[in-house]
């Protein structure tokens, strides 16, 4: 059973970079065919994408968060990361990361980890 | 971006009735729908996927269906535990786009 825990800072500063891993537990990141995914929720709406690194390691993002977002992947530590720069208190959210198989839904999901952007 | 418009907004019902709720695309997007269920402090909880087919472990009183650009989630007795926010997802085409969610709520 494929498990997935989010990690890093609860706070980031306006206009300082967010940044958060997930860790992958019960699968290898590398197996084939899985979108490794980060999505994020404000509190009290609904879901937005942000994007996603394939296994083959390309990467698509959202458009409206293009210019500011990067996910990488860590084989070795069966790890795949989201940058997000220059954040506003816009970008305070649950963020989620995620995975699924293509033609799927998203099937695994951690718990969700809060980041509060604020000085 | 493909709008995925869901209603109600919020559903009131009794525990034994029947819950159908509704998501509407903004252009066709084949079978390429997911459900979730989110209950509060919870990570969704995929539910169907491919418009009609049940993930892992889900209860057969969860169905999914399409007409067209039109998709419904029936639960047809809703149990206690059913209570929650139910939202759609699109995948047909980048980026990924929910639902708004419709809140079922006990009457």
């Known amino acids: 059973q494929v498990q997935l825990q989010e990690s890093g800072p609860g706070l980031v500063k306006p206009s300082q970079t967010l940044s958060l891993t997930c860790t992958v537990s019960?699968?290898?990141?590398?197996?084939?065919?899985?979108?490794w995914t980060w999505i994020r929720q404000p509190a009290g709406k609904g879901l937005e994408w942000i994007g996603r690194?394939?296994?083959?390691?390309?990467?698509n993002y959202n458009p409206s968060l293009k210019s500011r977002v990067a996910i990488s992947v860590d084989t070795s530590k069966n790890q795949f990361s989201l940058n997000l720069n220059s954040v506003t208190a816009a970008d305070t959210a649950v963020y989620y990361c995620?995975?699924?198989?293509?033609?799927?839904?998203?099937?695994?999901w951690g718990q969700g980890t809060l980041v509060t952007v604020s000085s | 971006d493909i709008v995925l418009t869901q209603s109600p907004g919020t559903l009131s019902l009794s525990p034994g009735e029947r819950a159908t709720l509704s998501c509407r695309a903004s252009?066709?997007?084949?079978?390429?729908l997911a459900w979730y269920q989110q209950k509060p402090g919870q990570a969704p909880r995929l539910l169907i996927y491919?418009?009609?087919s049940r993930a892992t472990g889900i209860p057969d009183r969860f169905s999914g269906s399409q007409s067209g650009t039109d998709f419904t989630l029936t639960i047809s007795r809703v149990e206690a535990e059913d209570f929650a926010v139910y939202s759609c997802?699109?995948?047909?085409?980048?980026?990924?786009?929910f639902g708004q969610g419709t809140r079922l709520e006990t009457k």
């Open positions: 997802q699109q995948y047909t085409s980048s980026p990924i786009t």
């Open positions: 995620a995975s699924r198989r293509n033609g799927g839904g998203f099937d695994y």
């Open positions: 019960g699968g290898s990141i590398s197996s084939g065919g899985y979108y």
């Open positions: 690194i394939y296994t083959d390691g390309s990467t």
């Open positions: 252009q066709t997007i084949s079978s390429h």
């Open positions: 491919g418009a009609s």
